[in-house]
């Protein structure tokens, strides 16, 4: 591959969220990600099952 510029770039991505009981629960901290072109990626997100109330 050559050193050209990236199709997609990701730069400090957060990303938190605040359940009814307000806990914080954060889920991305400051990433950082580069995508060339002809690259193949895929984000995976697990489930969390809800607290009884």
Same mark, same amino acid.
Do not use: H, M, Q, Y
């Given at each position: 591959m050559t050193n050209s510029l990236p199709i997609l770039s990701l730069n400090n991505v957060?990303?938190?969220?605040?359940?009814?009981?307000?806990?914080?629960?954060?889920?991305l901290d400051n990433i950082n990600l580069d995508v060339?072109?002809?690259? #193949?990626?895929?984000?995976?997100? #697990? =489930?969390? =099952?809800a607290k009884p109330h």
């Open positions: 957060s990303k938190s969220f605040v359940d009814g009981s307000g806990t914080r629960t954060d889920v060339a072109e002809g690259e #193949f990626i895929a984000i995976l997100v #697990f =489930p969390v =099952p």
